[in-house]
């Protein structure tokens, strides 16, 4: 009887607990991370716009320490962001392998981060993170949200999807990603030469992301394998200082912005 007495008490401290919880967990704000854009603000989708709006707390990412924010300026330059509280945090830009553990440097970025916007969304407040592009392709928004469900705290979470330097890209330049039954890849361009020649050889379009300083030894394969002519190079995408490359060899040994995407077509439309 004892025994069975102390165990209705512990189970019903374990509901109390789990109700407590959920109370807390349903009282404290939202972590939206917000695609927005490649660049122009006009390529903000309404939804990003809006949800920008409502949040009192915005958590930009930088990718230089004393640098400005990117995904900031263009956040900004669409939506007022007079009287919210406006918070920049410097992630490096250093290479990260999945399924490894990430430089001390780039993870202390992470939890740093990861706790901040936790201490806002226990105390009720949507965090805004705008991050360029589209979340789902190379963000650091979902770092930052793995970091959170590490510390083990429940919390909310949204992601607003946005228009991708890629899809951007391949607009501006007229160049379809992939058409019938083509077959599509997006990769960093600082993979290896040889898992990067891989990948071309089995696909119809291959988007290279972060070319900027590997231009020399990336023209170099592409020449190798008769590909130089169907690429394409664009940088700084939708801003006023857009530029396009249709000869990538003359951007090799030329300062480009680390805001640059090229597309390669196995077969040229025209």
């Given at each position: 009887?004892?025994?069975?007495?102390?165990?209705?008490?512990?189970?019903?401290?374990?509901?109390?607990?789990?109700?407590?919880?959920?109370?807390?967990?349903?009282?404290?704000?939202?972590?939206?991370?917000?695609?927005?854009?490649?660049?122009?603000?006009?390529?903000?989708?309404?939804?990003?716009?809006?949800?920008?709006?409502?949040?009192?707390v915005w958590f930009a990412p930088s990718a230089f320490r004393h640098g400005e924010s990117m995904a900031?300026?263009?956040?900004?330059?669409?939506?007022?962001?007079?009287?919210?509280?406006?918070?920049?945090?410097?992630?490096?830009?250093?290479?990260?392998?999945?399924?490894?553990?990430?430089?001390?440097?780039?993870?202390?970025?992470?939890?740093?981060?990861?706790?901040?916007?936790?201490?806002?969304?226990?105390?009720?407040?949507?965090?805004?993170?705008?991050?360029?592009?589209?979340?789902?392709?190379?963000?650091?928004?979902?770092?930052?949200?793995?970091?959170?469900?590490?510390?083990?705290?429940?919390?909310?979470?949204?992601?607003?999807?946005?228009?991708?330097?890629?899809?951007?890209?391949?607009?501006?330049?007229?160049?379809?990603?992939?058409?019938?039954?083509?077959?599509?890849?997006?990769?960093?361009?600082?993979?290896?030469d040889c898992e990067i020649e891989k990948v071309l050889q089995v696909s119809d379009t291959v988007v290279?992301?972060?070319?900027?300083?590997?231009?020399?030894?990336?023209?170099?394969?592409?020449?190798?394998?008769?590909?130089?002519?169907?690429?394409?190079?664009?940088?700084?995408?939708?801003?006023?200082?857009?530029?396009?490359?249709?000869?990538?060899?003359?951007?090799?040994?030329?300062?480009?912005?680390?805001?640059?995407?090229?597309?390669?077509?196995?077969?040229?439309?025209?």
């Open positions: 009887m004892v025994r069975g007495f102390f165990y209705i008490r512990d189970r019903q401290n374990d509901l109390e607990l789990r109700e407590l919880q959920i109370k807390r967990y349903m009282m404290q704000g939202t972590f939206y991370v917000i695609g927005v854009g490649p660049g122009d603000p006009g390529l903000m989708t309404l939804n990003a716009v809006r949800t920008l709006e409502k949040c009192d900031l300026n263009i956040a900004g330059g669409e939506v007022d962001s007079t009287g919210k509280t406006i918070l920049t945090h410097h992630f490096p830009m250093k290479q990260v392998h999945r399924g490894q553990r990430p430089e001390e440097e780039v993870g202390q970025a992470w939890r740093e981060a990861a706790d901040t916007i936790l201490g806002y969304l226990q105390s009720g407040k949507d965090v805004a993170f705008p991050t360029l592009g589209d979340p789902a392709i190379y963000s650091t928004g979902f770092y930052v949200c793995e970091t959170l469900e590490k510390i083990g705290q429940p919390f909310n979470v949204k992601i607003i999807p946005g228009v991708s330097a890629i899809g951007a890209s391949s607009a501006v330049t007229e160049t379809p990603l992939c058409l019938g039954d083509e077959k599509l890849v997006v990769i960093p361009a600082t993979f290896e290279f992301m972060k070319v900027h300083k590997v231009m020399a030894q990336l023209v170099k394969l592409l020449d190798g394998l008769d590909l130089l002519e169907n690429a394409v190079l664009v940088e700084r995408c939708s801003l006023g200082d857009e530029k396009i490359w249709p000869d990538i060899r003359q951007a090799v040994g030329k300062e480009i912005h680390y805001f640059s995407t090229i597309i390669v077509r196995q077969k040229k439309l025209r």
